[in-house]
């Protein structure tokens, strides 16, 4: 989900992919005599492609989001993806999750150019910079507790957590000047993963995923979007992805308090540090050794600051962090 925006001609994609199908599926499922009146490009994400529809009619106006899957990677996947997505904003319906209502999904491309996934549109936007960053992260701990604690039976619960990465897969930055450090890191995630109390997952809950309306004290999360990675495991996995996140875009401080924020608001996590430490280094290890990927989308948002030196020293930075304090 992204939140920048630029039009695209009514009748094509500015990215050079069709979407006459997609289009056409769209409007056989709209309330009669709606029309597709504009079509806004969202920038901010990297794994799908995502455009605003605007929507004209005898009632009114009305705005929806549609993803669609269009390279090679996602489009392999595709299926298992916004089908979970789907699942998953049908089960989010009926709780206090700010998510977004499912209209309609072509998971296999059966109707659309791409496999795609139509949604109600969510007010709000996603805040990246620097300004007001401790109370956007009061506000992200307080919003992912509320979704660690969902209460789902045992056949709605989603597919066991995925890793994203392993021991075998790490490459250090070619640049570092701590490569001891990189190989006690990799040497952690090499053990068996601690025992769990599975929880009800995000699973790609960070900054980049949240809306925010207001500032000051009337600052809200408005949204919380891009379910195709929800999962089922343990709740320091979730908290470590946004700790990572946090401490590429803020700083390696701002990484290490998210778990504290996270207890505070009543959030529980391993008691054995070295299981905790596992789950974080599992996480942030992820991103070695190429951080500055995650930065393209933030870039497109704004945070130019977010170079590839800055991102990979951060990275580093917070992984001797995580020994200094749980090791």
């Known amino acids: 989900m992204a939140v920048g925006e630029e039009t695209e001609d009514r009748a ?3 990215g050079g992919e069709g979407w006459d199908a997609t289009r056409s599926w769209v409007e056989q499922g709209l309330c009669e005599a709606e029309r597709i009146e504009n079509v806004v490009r969202l920038r901010g994400g990297w794994t799908a492609r995502m455009r605003r529809l605007d929507l004209g009619g005898p009632d009114g106006r009305r705005s929806l989001v549609l993803r669609s899957f ?5 489009l392999r996947h595709a299926e298992g993806l916004l089908t979970r997505e789907a699942e998953i904003l049908r089960l989010l319906a009926d709780t206090d999750v700010p998510a977004a209502e499912l209209v309609a999904v072509d998971a296999t ?26 109370d956007r992260a009061d506000l992200l701990a307080r919003q992912l507790v509320r979704i660690h604690q969902l209460p789902v039976a045992p056949r709605q619960r989603p597919r066991t957590y995925q890793a994203w990465t392993s021991a075998e897969r790490v490459s250090p930055p070619a640049d570092t000047e701590r490569p001891e450090l990189w190989r006690r890191a990799v040497d952690v995630i090499r053990r068996e993963p601690p025992p769990y109390r599975g929880r009800f997952l995000h699973r790609d809950f960070h900054p980049g995923n949240v809306l925010f309306t207001g500032t000051g004290e009337d600052l809200r999360i408005s949204g919380v979007v891009d379910w195709v990675e929800t999962s ?10 946004c700790s990572t996140a946090l401490a590429l875009l803020h700083g390696v401080p701002a990484g290490m308090r998210f778990a504290d924020r996270y207890a505070a608001a009543g959030g529980t996590l391993a008691e054995d540090r070295t299981a905790h ?13 190429d951080a500055e990927k995650v930065a393209v989308p933030w870039r497109e ?27």
Not at 70 to 74: K, L, N, Q, S
């Open 277 to 289: 430490l596992h789950w974080r280094l599992l996480d942030a290890l992820g991103f070695a050794p």
């Open 109 to 134: 491309a059966r109707h659309c150019d791409h496999p795609s996934l139509l949604m109600s549109l969510l007010p709000g936007t996603v805040r990246l910079g620097d300004r007001q960053a401790d």
């Open 232 to 241: 089922w495991g343990p709740a320091d996995l979730d908290v470590a992805h």
């Open 12 to 14: 094509a994609d500015s």
């Open 301 to 327: 948002l704004g945070r130019v600051d977010l170079t590839a030196r800055v991102l990979s020293r951060r990275l580093e930075g917070y992984i001797e962090a995580l020994f200094e304090r749980y090791a």
């Open 70 to 74: 269009v390279t090679p990677f996602y």
